[in-house]
């Protein structure tokens, strides 16, 4: 639904207070006078620059202080038709009592004048006495059909614009953009290469989202072929994501929720999330939840609701969320949360599940954990994710796959004699061929500098195995995952040392 469409319902219904959440004043305010001239409705506003203003007719009074400007409602006509005034960035305002009290008052008096104060700001930012008096409006992003028409008006001479494929991956690509970044960016792909492509656009919405902090953009190579074994996640990775049409009869279409990848440090979780996107020809975001955290009060949620809404807006994609286990360390304790924190914490991870479980966008989740300890029992019931996979250390076949990968890279000759590699992790196998390059040793004797990590941490790797076994789906084969150590010992008796029966 549009936002003259919204608008129109609530001014009948008689919310006298509106607040639109928009980036794009410009265009919210064009739809708010189209609106206004097709139902007949007075559209006055103001702004710190221009002072008072009217779209269908003269406003009554000049305002030049925003106490005044909200008192101009005192003189729309007493007639049938309603008066709107539009205050843009009026959030900056809010911290005064004497603006605080002249818009609480404006909008209780507004459902009997049929007046309704209209604040349109990129945040939402109430006071406590404003906030049951608001309705909160969403200005959404262009949606497909509105960036295609931005990319025609744009691209005007022949063969600027891609036909085909090529024209859904360049509407992709723009998705997520405002329509002021989506029409710069196509005016800045017909300078550089004189049609439109998707690249330029894809390097704007890195910088995009580089400027927000909380969301970044993976453009990096890889694919599953540079990443040795785990077969198993591999192929339902590609199958979960495959091109699929809607369903003829609901017309409605299934998609992935994504996967929880759980497993022992090194064993390529991170490496093989980032290479789904680039197999699957989707970008991939990286979600930072602990820079979510914010100092101040509401300001976690506000980062939340931010970068939940950008993953929203740039599907499809794969969405990265590494360690996942220590950004909700302190979740499920005895206070919900850690210390000091005053619940926020806890908050920001049920805002997380329930995205995780309801949100309609076509986003593919990729989240990794090392220590499932640390992770609330709720992340792991179905529906949060498609499948919970458990990363083991590589057996011989797939640590030979991953030998002939490094070795191909990094140049080393095929003739030289391995190491003994019973406990190591495709990581240090990428060790051990990178420090033969670096120091320029053999395979053996730069093995000498690599501990792997089931010897340092055995502990833990025996823990992780014990409680994955049985509970998550194997990586590297069909089924689930069964840890060598906790299967039963089949064949073999317990023999029992019978004594003599005690006098009593």
Same mark, same amino acid.
């Given at each position: 639904? &549009?936002?003259?469409?919204?608008? $129109? ?86 911290? &005064? ?24 700001a990129p945040v939402v930012q109430l006071p406590p006495e404003?906030?049951?008096? *608001? ?9 497909? #059909? $509105? ?27 723009? +998705?997520?953009? +405002? ?6 960016? *196509?005016?800045? =792909? ?22 927000? %902090? ?7 190579? /890889?694919?599953?072929? $540079? ?30 929720? /994504? ?14 999330? #980032? ?6 020809? @989707? ?66 991870? /049920? ?64 003739? $030289? ?13 990428? &060790? ?22 089931? &010897? ?14 049985? @509970?998550?789906? =194997?990586?590297?084969?069909? %089924?689930v995952y069964r840890s060598a150590a906790a299967a039963p ?16």
């Open positions: 639904m &549009s936002l003259a469409e919204t608008l $129109q319902e609530h001014v009948r219904a008689c919310f006298s207070g509106l607040w639109i959440t928009s980036h794009e004043h410009p265009d919210a305010l064009e739809e708010i006078a189209t609106l206004c001239r097709a139902e007949g409705w007075r559209a006055w506003g103001w702004d710190v620059e221009l002072g008072a203003w009217g779209t269908v007719s003269a406003v009554p009074a000049t305002a030049s202080d925003p106490v005044s400007a909200v008192r101009l409602l005192d003189h729309a006509p007493r007639d049938a038709g309603a008066t709107l005034l539009v205050l843009p960035n009026f959030h900056r305002y809010l911290g &005064s009592v004497e603006v605080v009290q002249a818009v609480t008052r404006q909008v209780e008096v507004g459902r009997r004048r049929s007046t309704f104060v209209v604040v349109i404003l906030e049951r008096l *608001f309705v909160v409006i969403e200005h959404a992003l262009p949606d497909r #059909k $509105q960036l295609a028409e931005i990319a025609r008006g744009v691209a005007t001479e022949r063969g600027e614009l891609p036909k085909g494929p090529g024209f859904e991956q360049l509407i992709d690509a723009a +998705s997520g953009l +405002s329509r002021y970044e989506a029409e710069g960016a *196509f005016a800045l =792909s017909l300078v550089r290469q004189r049609r439109l492509t998707p690249e330029t656009l894809w390097s704007l919405k890195a910088q995009t989202l580089a400027q927000g %902090g909380l969301v970044t953009l993976h453009r990096g190579g /890889g694919s599953f072929d $540079q990443l040795g074994g785990l077969e198993s996640l591999k192929g339902f990775c590609r199958r979960a994501l495959r091109p699929r049409p809607s369903d003829s009869k609901s017309g409605a279409s299934i998609r992935p929720q /994504g996967v929880l990848l759980l497993g022992i440090p090194g064993t390529g979780k991170s490496a093989i999330a #980032k290479a789904i996107g680039a197999e699957t020809g @989707r970008p991939t975001l990286v979600l930072d939840v602990g820079r979510l955290m914010g100092s101040l009060v509401g300001q976690t949620e506000e980062r939340t609701r931010g970068a939940l809404a950008s993953i929203d807006a740039m599907a499809p994609c794969v969405l990265f969320v590494d360690e996942l286990d220590k950004a909700l360390s302190g979740v499920g304790g005895q206070n919900g949360g850690q210390a000091g924190d005053s619940g926020v914490q806890s908050r920001l991870f /049920g805002s997380l599940l329930s995205w995780l479980a309801d949100h309609e966008s076509d986003v593919f989740v990729v989240a990794t954990a090392n220590d499932v300890s640390r992770l609330p029992p709720e992340l792991t019931r179905a529906e949060r994710f498609d499948a919970v996979f458990f990363l083991d250390l590589p057996g011989r076949q797939q640590k030979d796959a991953i030998w002939k990968i490094h070795r191909s890279s990094l140049g080393i000759a095929p003739g $030289q004699r391995r190491p003994a590699d019973d406990d190591w992790t495709g990581a240090e196998v990428r &060790s051990c061929c990178r420090l033969a390059r670096l120091l320029d040793l053999p395979l053996v004797e730069a093995a000498r500098h690599v501990v792997p990590i089931a &010897s340092t941490a055995a502990e833990s790797v025996a823990r992780l195995r014990g409680w994955a076994s049985g @509970r998550c789906l =194997s990586a590297d084969t069909p %089924g010992r089949q064949g073999r008796r317990r023999r029992v040392k019978r004594l003599d029966p005690s006098d009593n």
